[in-house]
Protein backbone atom coordinates (compact mmCIF):
# COMPACT_ATOMS: atom_id res chain seq x y z
CA UNK A 1 0.00 0.00 0.00
CA UNK A 2 1.32 3.82 -0.69
CA UNK A 3 -0.03 6.95 1.15
CA UNK A 4 -1.55 7.82 -2.04
CA UNK A 5 -4.26 5.18 -1.80
CA UNK A 6 -5.02 6.53 1.48
CA UNK A 7 -7.19 9.27 -0.17
CA UNK A 8 -5.27 12.19 2.22
CA UNK A 9 -4.82 15.48 1.75
CA UNK A 10 -2.53 16.66 -0.94
CA UNK A 11 -0.99 18.77 1.31
CA UNK A 12 -0.66 15.76 3.77
CA UNK A 13 1.04 13.79 1.06
CA UNK A 14 3.34 16.46 0.21
CA UNK A 15 4.51 16.84 3.57
CA UNK A 16 4.71 12.73 3.97
CA UNK A 17 7.04 12.71 1.71
CA UNK A 18 9.52 15.43 2.95
CA UNK A 19 9.63 12.86 6.22
CA UNK A 20 10.75 10.05 3.72
CA UNK A 21 7.84 7.67 4.57
CA UNK A 22 7.81 5.07 1.28
CA UNK A 23 4.79 3.08 2.75
CA UNK A 24 2.39 3.01 5.54
CA UNK A 25 3.34 1.37 8.91
CA UNK A 26 0.45 -1.25 10.09
CA UNK A 27 -1.09 0.91 11.86
CA UNK A 28 -1.02 3.39 10.01
CA UNK A 29 -2.99 1.36 6.33
CA UNK A 30 -5.30 0.57 9.47
CA UNK A 31 -6.62 3.16 11.14
CA UNK A 32 -6.38 5.62 8.55
CA UNK A 33 -9.20 4.87 6.46
CA UNK A 34 -11.22 4.18 9.35
CA UNK A 35 -10.74 7.76 11.07
CA UNK A 36 -11.16 9.34 7.87
CA UNK A 37 -15.03 7.80 7.19
CA UNK A 38 -15.67 9.07 11.13
CA UNK A 39 -15.21 5.91 12.94
CA UNK A 40 -14.25 6.28 16.55
CA UNK A 41 -11.32 3.84 17.12
CA UNK A 42 -9.90 1.50 19.86
CA UNK A 43 -6.12 1.41 18.59
CA UNK A 44 -3.67 -1.26 20.20
CA UNK A 45 -0.28 0.07 19.64
CA UNK A 46 2.83 1.01 21.13
CA UNK A 47 5.43 4.12 20.41
CA UNK A 48 7.68 2.95 17.72
CA UNK A 49 4.39 1.63 15.35
CA UNK A 50 3.41 5.01 13.35
CA UNK A 51 0.63 5.37 15.90
CA UNK A 52 1.12 8.81 16.30
CA UNK A 53 0.59 9.37 12.16
CA UNK A 54 -1.65 6.90 12.40
CA UNK A 55 -4.33 9.82 13.98
CA UNK A 56 -2.69 13.19 13.02
CA UNK A 57 -2.47 12.42 9.59
CA UNK A 58 -6.54 11.63 9.01
CA UNK A 59 -7.00 14.57 11.95
CA UNK A 60 -5.06 16.82 9.83
CA UNK A 61 -7.28 16.17 7.13
CA UNK A 62 -10.31 16.64 8.85
CA UNK A 63 -9.09 19.89 9.92
CA UNK A 64 -8.36 21.25 6.19
CA UNK A 65 -11.34 20.04 4.64
CA UNK A 66 -13.89 21.73 7.44
CA UNK A 67 -15.10 25.11 6.49
CA UNK A 68 -14.36 26.79 8.92
CA UNK A 69 -15.32 30.81 9.23
CA UNK A 70 -12.45 33.08 8.71
CA UNK A 71 -13.20 35.63 10.94
CA UNK A 72 -11.61 35.99 14.18
CA UNK A 73 -9.09 33.33 15.61
CA UNK A 74 -8.46 29.74 15.73
CA UNK A 75 -10.51 27.69 17.81
CA UNK A 76 -8.93 24.62 19.32
CA UNK A 77 -10.68 21.91 16.81
CA UNK A 78 -8.73 18.84 17.71
CA UNK A 79 -7.33 17.59 21.25
CA UNK A 80 -4.73 15.59 21.90
CA UNK A 81 -4.18 14.05 25.94
CA UNK A 82 -0.65 12.17 26.86
CA UNK A 83 0.75 11.55 29.84
CA UNK A 84 3.98 12.34 29.57
CA UNK A 85 5.72 15.96 28.48
CA UNK A 86 8.28 14.25 26.25
CA UNK A 87 5.43 12.84 24.14
CA UNK A 88 3.36 15.49 23.88
CA UNK A 89 6.18 17.54 22.63
CA UNK A 90 7.07 14.97 19.80
CA UNK A 91 3.37 14.61 18.87
CA UNK A 92 3.11 18.38 18.44
CA UNK A 93 6.10 18.08 16.65
CA UNK A 94 5.19 15.49 14.03
CA UNK A 95 1.64 17.86 13.84
CA UNK A 96 3.77 20.67 13.13
CA UNK A 97 6.14 18.45 10.06
CA UNK A 98 2.75 17.11 8.88
CA UNK A 99 1.16 21.02 8.60
CA UNK A 100 3.83 22.11 6.81
CA UNK A 101 1.91 22.66 3.90
CA UNK A 102 -1.72 23.67 5.27
CA UNK A 103 -1.89 26.51 7.45
CA UNK A 104 -3.21 24.51 10.35
CA UNK A 105 -1.87 25.53 13.67
CA UNK A 106 -0.68 23.72 16.86
CA UNK A 107 0.86 24.18 20.03
CA UNK A 108 1.68 22.28 23.16
CA UNK A 109 0.92 22.52 27.14
CA UNK A 110 2.76 20.03 29.93
CA UNK A 111 3.27 20.93 33.55
CA UNK A 112 7.06 21.76 35.21
CA UNK A 113 7.49 24.92 33.65
CA UNK A 114 5.92 28.48 33.75
CA UNK A 115 3.16 28.88 31.84
CA UNK A 116 3.04 32.32 30.62
CA UNK A 117 4.70 31.01 26.57
CA UNK A 118 2.03 28.68 26.55
CA UNK A 119 -0.61 30.85 27.67
CA UNK A 120 0.74 33.43 24.73
CA UNK A 121 0.23 30.89 22.10
CA UNK A 122 -3.15 29.40 23.00
CA UNK A 123 -4.43 33.21 23.07
CA UNK A 124 -2.73 33.43 19.47
CA UNK A 125 -5.08 30.71 18.06
CA UNK A 126 -4.72 26.96 17.53
CA UNK A 127 -6.35 24.11 15.85
CA UNK A 128 -4.62 21.72 17.46
CA UNK A 129 -4.06 21.01 21.61
CA UNK A 130 -1.55 18.28 22.29
CA UNK A 131 -1.71 18.31 26.14
CA UNK A 132 -0.70 16.35 30.07
CA UNK A 133 -3.89 16.32 31.45
CA UNK A 134 -2.72 18.34 34.67
CA UNK A 135 -1.64 21.49 32.82
CA UNK A 136 -4.78 20.91 30.67
CA UNK A 137 -7.16 21.13 33.66
CA UNK A 138 -5.40 23.82 35.41
CA UNK A 139 -5.60 26.29 32.04
CA UNK A 140 -9.07 25.20 31.75
CA UNK A 141 -9.49 26.49 35.35
CA UNK A 142 -8.05 29.32 34.88
CA UNK A 143 -9.66 30.18 31.70
CA UNK A 144 -7.44 29.87 29.40
CA UNK A 145 -8.75 27.08 26.89
CA UNK A 146 -11.93 26.21 25.75
CA UNK A 147 -13.13 22.67 24.72
CA UNK A 148 -16.40 23.69 22.65
CA UNK A 149 -14.92 23.62 19.70
CA UNK A 150 -13.85 20.02 19.91
CA UNK A 151 -14.68 17.96 17.60
CA UNK A 152 -11.70 15.17 17.81
CA UNK A 153 -10.34 14.11 20.97
CA UNK A 154 -7.03 11.02 21.31
CA UNK A 155 -6.69 10.25 24.24
CA UNK A 156 -3.10 8.53 23.75
CA UNK A 157 -1.24 5.75 26.20
CA UNK A 158 -4.26 5.08 27.78
CA UNK A 159 -2.54 2.58 30.09
CA UNK A 160 0.08 4.53 31.34
CA UNK A 161 -2.15 7.52 31.96
CA UNK A 162 -3.92 4.95 34.39
CA UNK A 163 -0.62 3.84 35.79
CA UNK A 164 0.32 7.51 36.52
CA UNK A 165 -3.18 8.25 37.88
CA UNK A 166 -4.44 10.57 36.02
CA UNK A 167 -7.59 8.55 36.00
CA UNK A 168 -9.72 11.17 37.49
CA UNK A 169 -8.32 14.26 35.66
CA UNK A 170 -9.07 12.27 32.88
CA UNK A 171 -12.70 11.86 34.07
CA UNK A 172 -12.74 15.65 34.61
CA UNK A 173 -12.00 16.27 31.04
CA UNK A 174 -14.35 13.88 29.69
CA UNK A 175 -17.31 16.13 31.37
CA UNK A 176 -15.93 19.43 29.37
CA UNK A 177 -15.78 17.49 25.83
CA UNK A 178 -18.50 18.38 23.40
CA UNK A 179 -20.31 14.95 23.11
CA UNK A 180 -20.86 15.76 19.77
CA UNK A 181 -16.98 14.46 18.62
CA UNK A 182 -14.73 11.44 16.81
CA UNK A 183 -12.95 10.21 19.80
CA UNK A 184 -9.66 7.87 19.34
CA UNK A 185 -8.11 5.55 22.12
CA UNK A 186 -4.20 4.43 21.83
CA UNK A 187 -3.24 1.49 24.40
CA UNK A 188 -0.36 -0.81 24.45
CA UNK A 189 -2.14 -3.11 26.31
CA UNK A 190 -5.80 -3.57 26.63
CA UNK A 191 -6.68 -4.94 30.45
CA UNK A 192 -10.15 -4.69 31.67
CA UNK A 193 -9.71 -1.19 33.34
CA UNK A 194 -8.36 -0.11 30.04
CA UNK A 195 -11.22 -1.59 28.30
CA UNK A 196 -13.93 -0.01 30.79
CA UNK A 197 -12.38 3.73 30.50
CA UNK A 198 -12.64 3.26 26.15
CA UNK A 199 -16.49 2.55 27.20
CA UNK A 200 -16.92 5.73 28.31
CA UNK A 201 -15.37 7.96 25.86
CA UNK A 202 -15.67 5.82 22.23
CA UNK A 203 -19.07 5.17 20.34
CA UNK A 204 -19.24 2.15 18.56
CA UNK A 205 -14.88 2.02 18.13
CA UNK A 206 -13.83 0.19 15.38
CA UNK A 207 -11.17 -1.75 16.95
CA UNK A 208 -7.23 -1.75 15.37
CA UNK A 209 -3.92 -3.53 16.87
CA UNK A 210 -0.57 -3.91 15.76
CA UNK A 211 2.23 -5.41 18.13
CA UNK A 212 0.87 -6.81 21.21
CA UNK A 213 3.78 -6.71 24.18
CA UNK A 214 4.78 -10.02 23.56
CA UNK A 215 6.21 -10.10 20.21
CA UNK A 216 9.62 -7.99 19.89
CA UNK A 217 10.18 -6.20 16.80
CA UNK A 218 11.76 -8.73 14.08
CA UNK A 219 14.44 -5.82 13.28
CA UNK A 220 16.01 -5.81 17.01
CA UNK A 221 19.09 -7.99 17.24
CA UNK A 222 19.24 -9.34 21.34
CA UNK A 223 21.82 -10.37 23.17
CA UNK A 224 22.46 -10.90 26.89
CA UNK A 225 25.75 -10.06 29.07
CA UNK A 226 25.74 -12.43 32.26
CA UNK A 227 28.16 -11.32 34.66
CA UNK A 228 28.09 -10.52 38.49
CA UNK A 229 26.83 -7.54 40.04
CA UNK A 230 30.27 -6.05 40.90
CA UNK A 231 31.41 -6.33 37.44
CA UNK A 232 28.57 -4.29 36.07
CA UNK A 233 30.21 -0.82 35.50
CA UNK A 234 33.75 -2.27 34.16
CA UNK A 235 31.21 -4.24 31.50
CA UNK A 236 29.77 -1.63 30.70
CA UNK A 237 32.74 0.61 29.93
CA UNK A 238 33.96 -2.60 28.15
CA UNK A 239 30.88 -2.83 25.90
CA UNK A 240 31.35 1.63 25.24
CA UNK A 241 34.64 0.26 23.91
CA UNK A 242 32.74 -0.56 20.63
CA UNK A 243 33.58 2.45 18.69
CA UNK A 244 30.52 1.32 16.24
CA UNK A 245 28.07 2.20 19.46
CA UNK A 246 28.24 5.64 18.34
CA UNK A 247 24.90 6.51 20.91
CA UNK A 248 23.12 4.58 23.38
CA UNK A 249 20.27 4.96 25.33
CA UNK A 250 20.80 3.18 28.91
CA UNK A 251 17.71 2.03 31.10
CA UNK A 252 18.27 2.03 34.76
CA UNK A 253 15.49 0.64 37.13
CA UNK A 254 15.97 3.86 39.86
CA UNK A 255 16.51 6.82 39.48
CA UNK A 256 19.69 7.38 42.04
CA UNK A 257 20.73 4.32 40.19
CA UNK A 258 20.97 6.76 36.45
CA UNK A 259 22.51 9.10 38.04
CA UNK A 260 25.56 7.19 39.32
CA UNK A 261 25.94 5.55 35.92
CA UNK A 262 26.10 9.44 34.52
CA UNK A 263 28.60 10.37 37.41
CA UNK A 264 30.80 6.99 36.78
CA UNK A 265 30.45 7.47 32.76
CA UNK A 266 31.51 11.01 32.78
CA UNK A 267 34.70 10.47 35.15
CA UNK A 268 35.75 8.12 32.27
CA UNK A 269 34.94 11.29 29.79
CA UNK A 270 31.89 9.58 28.24
CA UNK A 271 29.62 12.30 27.69
CA UNK A 272 26.30 11.03 29.60
CA UNK A 273 23.23 12.50 30.98
CA UNK A 274 20.23 11.42 32.75
CA UNK A 275 16.49 11.86 32.53
CA UNK A 276 14.19 10.48 35.51
CA UNK A 277 11.48 11.96 37.33
CA UNK A 278 13.26 14.61 39.64
CA UNK A 279 14.73 16.19 36.56
CA UNK A 280 13.15 19.43 35.63
CA UNK A 281 11.82 19.59 32.65
CA UNK A 282 13.82 22.17 31.16
CA UNK A 283 16.85 19.56 31.99
CA UNK A 284 15.02 16.89 30.64
CA UNK A 285 14.60 18.27 27.13
CA UNK A 286 17.87 19.91 27.35
CA UNK A 287 19.25 16.04 27.93
CA UNK A 288 17.33 15.03 25.44
CA UNK A 289 18.46 17.92 22.88
CA UNK A 290 22.16 17.01 23.22
CA UNK A 291 21.38 13.43 22.56
CA UNK A 292 19.30 14.13 19.62
CA UNK A 293 22.40 16.53 18.57
CA UNK A 294 25.12 14.10 19.10
CA UNK A 295 26.47 16.27 22.26
CA UNK A 296 26.44 13.34 24.56
CA UNK A 297 26.96 9.80 23.74
CA UNK A 298 25.04 7.91 26.36
CA UNK A 299 21.82 8.74 27.59
CA UNK A 300 20.28 7.25 31.05
CA UNK A 301 16.66 6.68 31.50
CA UNK A 302 14.20 5.42 33.65
CA UNK A 303 11.35 3.14 32.70
CA UNK A 304 8.55 6.29 33.02
CA UNK A 305 11.15 8.96 31.48
CA UNK A 306 11.90 7.15 28.56
CA UNK A 307 8.46 5.96 28.02
CA UNK A 308 7.18 7.79 24.36
CA UNK A 309 10.47 9.05 23.94
CA UNK A 310 11.27 9.21 20.23
CA UNK A 311 14.80 9.41 18.57
CA UNK A 312 15.20 9.10 14.84
CA UNK A 313 17.37 5.73 13.85
CA UNK A 314 18.28 4.88 17.19
CA UNK A 315 20.47 1.55 17.04
CA UNK A 316 21.85 0.78 20.21
CA UNK A 317 19.43 0.05 23.69
CA UNK A 318 21.11 -1.32 27.06
CA UNK A 319 19.75 -2.65 29.93
CA UNK A 320 21.67 -1.87 32.72
CA UNK A 321 19.20 -4.10 34.69
CA UNK A 322 17.35 -6.79 33.86
CA UNK A 323 13.56 -5.87 34.65
CA UNK A 324 11.57 -7.72 36.70
CA UNK A 325 8.05 -7.49 34.40
CA UNK A 326 9.13 -8.76 31.33
CA UNK A 327 6.70 -6.13 29.72
CA UNK A 328 8.73 -4.00 30.88
CA UNK A 329 11.56 -5.28 28.46
CA UNK A 330 9.71 -5.37 25.26
CA UNK A 331 8.96 -1.67 26.01
CA UNK A 332 12.72 -0.63 26.69
CA UNK A 333 13.94 -2.33 23.47
CA UNK A 334 11.23 -0.84 21.72
CA UNK A 335 12.83 2.29 21.36
CA UNK A 336 15.68 0.93 19.46
CA UNK A 337 14.70 -0.59 15.43
CA UNK A 338 11.87 1.85 15.02
CA UNK A 339 9.85 1.55 12.17
CA UNK A 340 11.97 -1.07 9.99
CA UNK A 341 15.37 0.44 11.01
CA UNK A 342 18.32 -1.58 12.64
CA UNK A 343 17.78 -2.31 15.97
CA UNK A 344 20.33 -4.08 18.80
CA UNK A 345 19.93 -4.41 22.19
CA UNK A 346 22.21 -5.35 24.90
CA UNK A 347 21.49 -6.58 28.20
CA UNK A 348 23.78 -6.35 31.55
CA UNK A 349 22.19 -9.52 34.24
CA UNK A 350 23.48 -10.37 37.49
CA UNK A 351 22.84 -13.06 39.36
CA UNK A 352 19.77 -12.30 40.88
CA UNK A 353 18.70 -11.35 37.70
CA UNK A 354 19.06 -14.70 35.71
CA UNK A 355 15.06 -15.42 36.80
CA UNK A 356 14.06 -12.59 35.30
CA UNK A 357 15.82 -12.89 32.34
CA UNK A 358 14.19 -16.41 31.94
CA UNK A 359 10.67 -14.75 32.48
CA UNK A 360 11.39 -12.12 29.72
CA UNK A 361 12.26 -15.41 27.01
CA UNK A 362 9.16 -16.99 28.02
CA UNK A 363 6.82 -13.77 27.37
CA UNK A 364 8.68 -13.24 23.83
CA UNK A 365 9.36 -17.24 23.11
CA UNK A 366 12.58 -16.91 22.15
CA UNK A 367 16.35 -17.52 23.90
CA UNK A 368 18.02 -13.99 24.10
CA UNK A 369 21.72 -14.48 22.37
CA UNK A 370 24.41 -15.14 25.33
CA UNK A 371 27.26 -12.82 24.46
CA UNK A 372 30.14 -15.72 25.11
CA UNK A 373 34.20 -14.71 25.97
CA UNK A 374 33.62 -11.24 27.64
CA UNK A 375 36.20 -10.64 30.49
CA UNK A 376 33.68 -10.28 33.25
CA UNK A 377 31.66 -13.76 33.26
CA UNK A 378 28.92 -14.55 35.80
CA UNK A 379 30.70 -16.65 38.33
CA UNK A 380 28.77 -15.74 41.72
CA UNK A 381 25.78 -18.29 41.99
CA UNK A 382 22.97 -17.22 40.19
CA UNK A 383 20.07 -18.16 41.90
CA UNK A 384 17.29 -20.41 40.70
CA UNK A 385 13.26 -18.98 40.57
CA UNK A 386 12.36 -20.53 44.46
CA UNK A 387 15.32 -19.02 46.12
CA UNK A 388 15.03 -15.69 44.29
CA UNK A 389 11.43 -15.66 45.83
CA UNK A 390 13.33 -16.40 49.72
CA UNK A 391 15.48 -13.64 48.76
CA UNK A 392 13.04 -11.28 47.79
CA UNK A 393 10.51 -11.77 50.99
CA UNK A 394 14.14 -11.70 53.16
CA UNK A 395 15.44 -8.42 51.51
CA UNK A 396 11.71 -6.76 52.48
CA UNK A 397 11.64 -8.31 55.81
CA UNK A 398 14.31 -6.54 56.81
CA UNK A 399 13.45 -3.54 55.24
CA UNK A 400 10.47 -3.59 57.30
CA UNK A 401 12.62 -4.11 60.05
CA UNK A 402 14.97 -1.28 59.40
CA UNK A 403 11.50 1.08 59.45
CA UNK A 404 10.19 -0.89 61.78
CA UNK A 405 13.29 0.32 64.36
CA UNK A 406 13.17 3.58 62.57
CA UNK A 407 9.77 4.38 63.56
CA UNK A 408 10.37 3.03 67.38
CA UNK A 409 13.47 4.72 67.45
CA UNK A 410 11.91 8.08 66.23
CA UNK A 411 8.72 7.34 68.53
CA UNK A 412 11.25 7.07 71.47
CA UNK A 413 13.06 10.43 70.91
CA UNK A 414 9.10 11.72 69.98
CA UNK A 415 7.99 10.50 73.40
CA UNK A 416 10.86 12.03 75.35
CA UNK A 417 10.47 15.63 73.46
CA UNK A 418 6.87 15.18 74.44
CA UNK A 419 7.59 14.90 77.96
CA UNK A 420 10.08 16.99 78.10
CA UNK A 421 7.12 19.38 76.37
CA UNK A 422 4.84 18.97 79.72
CA UNK A 423 7.60 19.26 82.00
P1 LIG B 1 5.50 6.77 16.66
O1 LIG B 1 5.07 5.35 16.89
O2 LIG B 1 4.38 7.63 16.20
O3 LIG B 1 6.25 7.33 17.81
O4 LIG B 1 6.53 6.75 15.40
C1 LIG B 1 7.79 6.17 15.47
C2 LIG B 1 8.73 6.69 14.42
O5 LIG B 1 8.39 6.21 13.13
C3 LIG B 1 8.78 8.21 14.29
O6 LIG B 1 10.14 8.58 14.20
C4 LIG B 1 8.07 8.50 13.00
O7 LIG B 1 8.56 9.68 12.40
C5 LIG B 1 8.39 7.28 12.17
N1 LIG B 1 7.33 6.93 11.18
C6 LIG B 1 6.01 7.10 11.29
N2 LIG B 1 5.38 6.64 10.20
C7 LIG B 1 6.33 6.17 9.36
C8 LIG B 1 6.29 5.57 8.06
N3 LIG B 1 5.15 5.35 7.42
N4 LIG B 1 7.47 5.23 7.52
C9 LIG B 1 8.65 5.43 8.18
N5 LIG B 1 8.74 6.00 9.41
C10 LIG B 1 7.59 6.35 9.99
Not at 4 to 15: G, M, R, V
Amino acid sequence: MKFEDLNLDPSLLKAVADQNYTEPTAIQAQAIPLILKNNDVLGTAQTGTGKTAAFALPILHHLVNEKTHNNGRKKIRALIVTPTRELAIQIAENFTDYSKYNGIKNTVIFGGVKQMKQVKRLEAGVDVLVATPGRLLDLMGQGYISLKDVGYFVLDEADRMLDMGFIHDIKKLLEKLPKQRQSLFFSATLPDSILKLSNTILHNPKKVAVHQVSTTAETIQQSIYYTNKHDKNDLLLHILKDKKIEQILLFSRTKRGADKIVKRLSKQNIKAAAIHGDKSQPQRQKALQSFKNYDIRVLVATDIAARGIDIDKLTYVLNYDIPNEPETYVHRIGRCGRAGEDGVSLSICEPEENVYARDIEKLIKKQIKEVKGHPFPQTDKPMNAKEKKEFEKEKNRKKQEFFANRKKKRNAAGGNNNRNNRR
